[in-house]
């Protein structure tokens, strides 16, 4: 009769599995610091460029509104008075010969909705010798007006839509009810449109 007997004091392992799966475990935790460490680099580098591009914006902001103040001050001066006024006066004057109700009322065609429409139309010159308007707008829905607001903003002729009032009125006979707005926006007529755009292109 055979018998086994294990004489050693330790329970038998397999080392060379442990150590397999131990420098695996080893190896993916190194790739994994290495993505990381790649990623940091990357992250350090953007963030850098982007505070260098933004220190180099600030400066050029800077500048200009120190060059803004400058032609401010020169064009405010006393001696250069009468110079500004009628340079004021013809730019007030160019941008009154260049706006049109015919064209107005062709541009607010194109982008008004179906269920919308002009009530009355108040333009004026502004200090900066631009076209503000104040419509005042009829819509059977609020959406209607919301939707105008974004076609304003999407057309190179309206500037700066902003509603500034709103009513909501009922006919009693019908029992429709109409929301009345009021908005407020810069106009850029064709002809002033298309001065700018020769230039810019200049």
Known sequence: MRLNINLATQR????????????AALGVAAIFTAILIVLAVFNYSSSSQSGRRIRQL???????QSERANAEAVENSPENRDVTDQKNYWN??????SFSWTQL????QRIMPG??????VKPEVTQDNRVKLTLRVAAEQHANAIDLVKRMESSPRFKQPEITAESAEKDTRTGASTINLEIQTF????ALSGAVAAKEGM
């Open 12 to 23: 038998y392992e397999d080392v060379r599995q442990f150590y397999v799966r131990w420098s």
């Open 105 to 108: 009322f062709n541009d607010l």
């Open 58 to 64: 600030r400066q050029r902001i800077d500048v200009l």
């Open 92 to 97: 007030a004057q160019i941008a009154r010969r």
């Open 187 to 190: 106009y850029t007529p064709a």
């Open 115 to 120: 269920r919308a429409y002009v009530v009355s």
